[in-house]
């Protein structure tokens, strides 16, 4: 009767920790699909920077893109377990067991169209999409400024600025909202954003993570794949905009978390 006892208990016990395991991970996916826009469209493209201009090509259009914004693609490919010659197949698969599921999405890479194009035409305009890099060299993210749909902007994507390399002043900018105009110059640190919102037209969602120089966007970018499950709870589903200021990154990748300088809600 004892031994009977123990074996039942034991099975009940079991039983009740892969129940409690289960929900755990139902909910963990459920919050990771609706941070990323991944519930009503299972489509997610990083869109990178396009450095290539005609000037220097005969060629109509063309892509080139930054080493520092192909890591920050790393980071972004890691958090969704697909890293591959990066992370051994058990843990890509222990990640996709957790936060993905029996749920099947497309993620991959994309770059920014040329100086050439027109970014309206741009195919993965109907994905949800992390928007890698500033306006100056992202057509992406140049479009989405002309359309009012964020909040932040760098000085090197003003007006004024957009076309140097090294602009006077390093500051990023409100554009919505009580404080509208208002700038963040920062004069030891280097600034970033990370902006989320929803794109209402196309029914998508998308992140912006850009610097003032590339090391910094790829910080930014490290910041949202670090941060993302803690800006969830503290935003949920919802939009928002975040002015920071990182430690010169360098060539050296050595990631340092950032101060946060400004929070914006919509």
Known sequence: MDIATNVIANLLFWA???LAAAWAVRIAQR????????RTVPQLA??????WTSENSTRPRGYTVSLHELRASEAVTRLFGSASLRLPDLVRGLVDAVYLGRYHYDVHNTVSPSSTDDPRQFADLSSNLIVVGAAARNR??????????????LSIEGPADRELSEPTTSYAEVLTGSDVGRRIELEFLEPAIVEKVHDTVRGTTVIFCLGRKGDTTWAAAEYLTRNWAALRREFHDGPFALCLGFRDVGYGYDYHPPRRLLTLRR
């Open 31 to 38: 919050r990771f699909r609706g941070f990323f826009g991944l």
């Open 16 to 18: 009740g920790l892969g």
């Open 140 to 153: 992406v993210r140049e479009m989405y400024l002309e359309e009012n749909l964020v909040s932040l902007r």
């Open 46 to 51: 990083v869109c990178l920077s396009n450095l």
